[in-house]
């Protein structure tokens, strides 16, 4: 068989993560089975420029769509036209064999996007602070209560994730409206792509495959309580813009089981743990449940309007389209 062309599409923002970028950037590089490596800078000039500078071997390139990550991911997808599409976080390091094994999931009958395993590189002044591994996703990382083996998914994680390019082209790419930008910290963009994928056509398959990872740098602000609560509550604007746009039954399938299921059971275990952290932890469990849940009221009450806990601040325009 003749092996896939590879691309990988890593985007930034913001000039506070250049160390991170530049790890990378490097990391992709490595990888043997990259074909292209993309570097997409979303509405940030100078950036743009000490990444042009940097790299002038790569294709470095400034987001041409609107603002945010889904944008800046669409303009890697449509600069390329290699077979598979890697996307890398900025501010996440590939292990050597990490795009090794998304391009061999791929292989597999009906897959048409793999995801891998995001570990947590946690400050060494704070280490994990108040995360439970159950509250791993708030920052970008695999949490327990997803699969420890490699199997099929409703959707990936966007740190570390791949797809076959036709594919994303045939679903639209991802939606603006939805997902991070800047440093609002919206989601849901992947969940959204990979949920309208298997709507369209059901015998499509995404793989969870654990043997690909990266190591997720998570910075100080954010091995904090307040990170954790503003997190979940844009978790939960998010998840409403989620349903409007494809149902609650399929934006909500994998959340209930852990709502009911897999915080209850963490949430005795660290009150069981209370003078060990477990104190601490148990309230970061609870927060996040509520802060997730006012958001998701909110979201579903206000529709195009997203409110932050600390500032109102007006959503894109295409927030609840279809």
Known sequence: MIAPTVAVVICAYTQQRWGDLQDSVESAKRQPEATEVVVVIDHEPELYLRAKARWPELRVVENSEDRGLSG??????????ADVVAFLDDDATADADWLQHLVAALELPDVVGVGGRATPSWPTTTGSGPYPAELLWIVGCS????????????????????????????????????GRVGNQPLGCEETELCIRIAQAKPSSRIRYEPRSNVSHRVSPDRVEMRYVRRRSYYEGISKAVLSRRVGTGDSLSSESTYLTKVLPGALLRELGALGRGGGTRAFAIAL????????????????????????????PQTVGAP
């Open 288 to 315: 996040s449940v509520a802060s997730t849940i006012t958001g998701y009221a909110v979201g579903r009450v206000l529709g195009g309007v997203v409110v932050s806990p600390a500032a109102p601040v007006k959503a």
């Open 143 to 178: 949490y327990a209560g997803l699969p420890t083996a490699a199997g099929d998914v409703r959707n990936v994680i966007g740190s570390s994730m791949a797809f076959r390019r036709d594919v994303l082209l045939a679903a639209g790419g991802f939606r603006s409206g939805i």
């Open 72 to 81: 800046a991911r669409n303009t890697g997808v449509a600069l390329t036209d």
